[in-house]
């Protein structure tokens, strides 16, 4: 897979995501209220690998992909672009945005041929047409990243000649080169009140800089692997920043102040992670360690440890458990409340501090809690999904529903009312499972043909 994107806002036929992969597929898994058919695998054809997709951020109904030379405008409802556009150019990044406010919508492609194609997207009587633009040019080598800011005033891009820069959107005036990265810029991302320009590097550092002062702000480094992400958080206030280790540093937007720094101390490096429903806290696993981190001030909040590698881990709705699938069999749930104690063995330190557990035949491989609470979905090696019902403090847990397959159950998850259950294996078909029914035989609803990829991850939309 080359590429993700997900939709923000969620309303009837929202899609759960898009998926950009070498298989020259751009896939939507889609919900839609009024079709019988519920769950629609939807197969955009083209021509060479996906390397990009990008929603419009204001009309959750169609995304930009592309693909070999082409940028194509795509529609959730349909199973073909609805308009496609030359860019002369193989193409590495695109981002959808809206020019001024003025609701032009302004498609940025990022090319190997170190330009910035940019396209307007007309529609006028039921016709579509990608009229290209003036091409951004300045950069020495390809293009690797691009962005067009929430307010649609500019376009950044991140490139390999280590720079980035920032233009006008709608004239494609150079405004200003943002350098002192020694490796390749990876990321080029744009705070939601577009007053900051955060940049990432395969140098392992990040920069942040305020758009209106034309001026790096601050250069943030310490991680002593490349830099994976950065992020400026929704008030604007923090930028978070993770390496390939695992390790993680929130800095002041403000001051430019690291907050807080969460260096990882092994070599291992982190598998999964996940954010607790309300954004405060994030859990990674990394090998048999899983770090429950809150997301505003880096502050480590537990570390639970295993007996054997984690390979999936979920948070409960309200946030207080933490479920981890691991190598030996074995789900575990963990109280991110509970009192922490200490063992010299492994096995004493699962007996002490795990709240519950639950057994497979084989490896765990994806686990995921119910809206409700109650229930935990997952998925095995041993080609069974089953779904546990977690009962009171002081309940044993018991398995309700067991679902088999016919390979390795590698991706599950609830609908967001309860009703649904999706499950994803390793040679990618996804079905879909009433949580409602008590007949076996009217349990299945529909299943869905991804290709051969191994499904990775699920999600409903709300």
């Known amino acids: 897979i080359h590429s993700v994107s997900i939709t923000r806002t969620v309303g009837t036929g929202g899609a759960i995501g898009a998926l950009g992969s070498e298989t020259n597929a751009m896939r939507l898994i889609k919900f839609d209220e009024k079709s019988s058919t519920k769950f629609k695998l939807v197969d955009v054809g083209h ?18 992909t592309a693909s070999g030379d082409q940028v194509q405008i795509v529609s959730s409802d349909a199973e073909k672009p609805l308009v496609a556009a030359k860019a002369n150019a193989q193409v590495t990044s695109v981002s959808f ?12 492609a990022g090319c190997v041929d170190s330009t910035t194609r940019r396209f307007v997207l007309k529609e006028q009587r039921g016709e579509m047409e990608l009229v290209a633009q003036r091409p951004l040019q300045g950069h020495s080598m390809s293009v690797s990243a691009v962005a067009v800011s929430d307010d649609g005033k500019f376009i950044a891009t991140g490139s390999c000649d280590c720079t980035a820069k920032l233009y006008v959107a709608e004239t494609g005036e150079e405004l200003t080169t943002f350098s002192g990265h020694t490796e390749e810029v990876t990321s080029v991302c744009f705070s939601h009140d577009s007053q900051f320009l955060a940049t990432g590097s395969r140098d392992g550092t990040a920069r942040l800089f305020p758009i209106g002062a034309m001026r790096r702000l601050r250069t943030w480094q310490g991680h002593t ?22 390790a993680l540093m929130t800095f002041s937007v403000a001051t430019g102040a690291c907050m807080k720094a969460v260096q990882q101390q092994s070599q291992a490096v982190a598998t999964c992670a996940v954010f607790s429903r309300n ?5 990674s696993a990394e090998d048999i360690r899983v770090r429950v981190v809150e997301v505003a001030t880096a502050w480590e909040v537990k570390v639970f440890y295993h007996p054997s590698t984690v390979d999936c881990i979920s948070f409960s709705p309200d946030g207080r458990y933490v479920a981890t699938g691991c190598q030996d069999r074995k789900v575990r749930v963990f109280d991110r409340e509970g009192k922490e104690e200490h063992s010299e063995t492994l096995a004493k330190l699962d007996a002490v501090n795990c709240h519950k557990t639950l057994e497979h035949h084989d490896t765990v491989l994806s686990v995921c809690f119910s809206a409700c609470g109650f229930y935990i979905a997952t998925g095995s090696r041993d080609k069974l999904a089953r779904v546990h019902f977690l009962g009171r403090e002081g309940q044993e847990p018991e398995t309700v529903l067991a679902l088999p397959h016919e390979c390795a159950v590698t991706a599950v998850s609830f609908s967001q009312d309860d009703r649904l259950l999706a499950t994803g294996t390793d040679e990618g078909l996804v079905s879909i499972f009433s949580f409602e029914t008590l007949d076996d035989d009217d349990r299945l609803l529909h299943r869905l043909d991804a290709g051969k990829s191994c499904v990775l991850t699920l999600a409903f939309t709300h």
Do not use: C
């Not at 021509?47 to 930009?64: E, M």
């Open 47 to 64: 021509n060479a690998p996906v390397k990009a997709v990008s929603y419009d951020p204001h009309d959750h109904r169609q995304l930009a």
């Open 97 to 108: 945005g809206r020019m001024n406010g003025n609701g032009t919508k302004l498609i940025a």
């Open 225 to 246: 692997e490349g830099l994976l992400a950065g992020w400026i958080s929704e008030d604007g206030t923090h930028f978070i920043t993770t390496s390939v280790r695992g």
């Open 279 to 283: 954004g405060v806290y994030m859990a």
